[in-house]
């Protein structure tokens, strides 16, 4: 989705990439809801460095839409700095931020679905895409052999362009919707 595209939505979610965008769209579809239906627009800023500049154009300060975002805890000083910048708020803590629709992934959202599938569960998710024999090369790597399972499975997803894109959206097919990842869902609630 283009920030175009957002002229009219009555809410704008804003990601960072778009495997979250994907992520998104398929939880909802699978919670049946039509999110264009109601006035609900995703936008994939192409990396969280962009939000104040979205924030500016879609905030209070912009063209005043609803605003609701998803981002990684690594990134929540320039989320906040960016939104209080916006105008939407002071000294913004991340209940703060919660309560006003921007939610935090612990790492990223791919390590919010790899722990709510587990890693058996990706494997499988992985293996359908005809990409095990790759997850299994990729493992035996000196650098990644002694690592965490769900620290290997995480980086094995940004190895490839593309594959978090191609993933992410059966991921979340494969979660059992009582398991959704909090932010997720929680952004998906707050819409």
Same mark, same amino acid.
């Given at each position: 989705?283009?920030?175009?595209?957002? @002229? =009219?939505?009555?809410?704008? #979610?804003?990601?960072?990439?778009?495997?979250?965008? +994907?992520? %998104?769209? /398929?939880? &909802?579809?699978?919670?049946?809801?039509?999110?264009?239906?109601?006035?609900?627009?995703?936008?994939?800023?192409?990396?969280?460095?962009?939000?104040?500049?979205?924030?500016?154009?879609?905030?209070?300060?912009?063209?005043?839409?609803?605003?609701?975002?998803?981002?990684?805890?690594?990134?929540?000083?320039?989320?906040?700095?960016?939104?209080?910048?916006?105008?939407?708020?002071?000294?913004?803590?991340?209940?703060?931020?919660?309560? @006003? =629709?921007?939610?935090?992934? #612990?790492?990223?959202?791919?390590?919010?679905?790899? +722990?709510? %599938?587990? /890693?058996? &569960?990706v494997e499988q998710v992985i293996e359908a895409q005809g990409e095990l024999q790759q997850l299994r090369t990729f493992q035996r790597q000196p650098?990644?052999?002694?690592?965490?399972?769900?620290?290997?499975?995480?980086?094995?997803?940004?190895?490839?362009?593309?594959?978090?894109?191609?993933?992410?959206?059966?991921?979340?097919?494969?979660?059992?919707?009582?398991?959704?990842?909090?932010?997720?869902?929680?952004?998906?609630?707050?819409?």
């Amino acid at each position: 989705m283009e920030i175009a595209d957002t @002229i =009219g939505a009555g809410t704008v #979610v804003l990601v960072e990439g778009v495997s979250d965008w +994907r992520a %998104l769209e /398929a939880l &909802a579809q699978r919670r049946g809801r039509d999110l264009a239906a109601e006035g609900v627009s995703i936008v994939a800023m192409g990396g969280a460095t962009n939000v104040g500049s979205f924030l500016n154009r879609l905030g209070p300060r912009g063209l005043g839409v609803k605003l609701a975002g998803l981002y990684d805890a690594a990134e929540e000083s320039d989320f906040r700095r960016a939104m209080e910048r916006a105008g939407m708020g002071a000294g913004l803590t991340r209940a703060e931020m919660e309560r @006003i =629709g921007f939610f935090a992934c #612990v790492a990223d959202l791919e390590d919010e679905l790899i +722990r709510s %599938l587990g /890693a058996a &569960a990706v494997e499988q998710v992985i293996e359908a895409q005809g990409e095990l024999q790759q997850l299994r090369t990729f493992q035996r790597q000196p650098q990644w052999r002694a690592r965490a399972e769900q620290d290997q499975l995480r980086r094995f997803l940004g190895t490839h362009s593309g594959r978090k894109i191609d993933l992410s959206a059966l991921l979340v097919d494969a979660l059992d919707l009582s398991r959704v990842p909090r932010p997720l869902d929680a952004v998906l609630s707050y819409v």
